[in-house]
Structure formats: structure tokens, C-alpha cells
Nanobody
Framework: QVQLVESGGGLAQAGGSLRLSCVAS????????MGWFRQAPGKEREFVAT????????NYADSVKGRFTISRDNAKNTVYLQMNSLKPEDTAIYYC?????????????????WGQGTQVTVSS
């Protein structure tokens, strides 16, 4: 089992920035891809970004490309999501996810473990 705990959410103004962190614990040695997803009220959970173990494969949703940056520090078992130029439509609960398989992208079903989420609210 892998436990994931997100932090760093909060309230930001449009155009502002937030940095989310996700710390993994437990059997972390098998985690390959780490991803961020988000879910706004009344909407389905959507893919935000993903990164593989080495950081050589990174993918973003078109809606956040150029504004968000995903990174990871394997020594700290932590993945980050730097969010810049925030927009009100970025308001959602942000979830961290871990995939044990060799490849994972935007399908939530590809991820084996999930955090509880952290709320991000962007005011206009």
C-alpha cells in the first residue's frame, strides 16, 4: 500500500500562484508515474499532469499547459504542482495519484493509489 497526503491548497486571486505538495509513504519503491487530477463541483475528475520516476516523461492537460509545472523529489517521496497564472476555472479539489505500472497518463483508472485531496479556490 501507498499512502498519499496532499498539502498546499488554499485561496488565491486570479493571476496568483500556489504550490501543491504530495508526500508518499508506505511501499513507495514501486511507484512509477505520479499524477495530479482535479474535480470541480458537479464535474467529473479530470487529469491535470503526470510525471514518471525519472522525470523524463511529463504530460499536461491542455487547460494548464504553460501555467502549471509538475516535478518530483524521489529522495523526499514528494511530487509538486506549481500553479501560476491561476484562473477561477482552476477552482477544484486537487488529488495526487500514484501508478505502479510502466505507463500512465490521463485515465484515472491507470492510477492505483489516491490522496484525500486539497481544496484550491481561485477568486476573480
Amino acid at each position: 500500500q501507498v499512502q498519499l497526503v496532499e498539502s498546499g491548497g488554499g485561496l488565491a486571486q486570479a493571476g496568483g500562484s500556489l504550490r501543491l505538495s504530495c508526500v508518499a509513504s508506505g511501499r513507495t519503491s514501486g511507484t512509477n508515474f505520479m499524477g495530479w487530477f482535479r474535480q470541480a463541483p458537479g464535474k467529473e475528475r479530470e487529469f491535470v499532469a503526470t510525471i514518471n520516476w525519472s522525470g523524463s516523461i511529463i504530460n499536461y492537460a491542455d487547460s494548464v499547459k504553460g501555467r502549471f509545472t509538475i516535478s518530483r523529489d524521489n529522495a523526499k517521496n514528494t511530487v509538486y504542482l506549481q500553479m501560476n497564472s491561476l484562473k477561477p476555472e482552476d477552482t477544484a479539489i486537487y488529488y495526487c495519484a500514484a501508478a505502479m505500472r510502466a505507463w500512465a497518463y490521463s485515465d484515472p483508472g491507470q492510477y492505483d493509489f489516491w490522496g484525500q485531496g486539497t481544496q484550491v479556490t481561485v477568486s476573480s
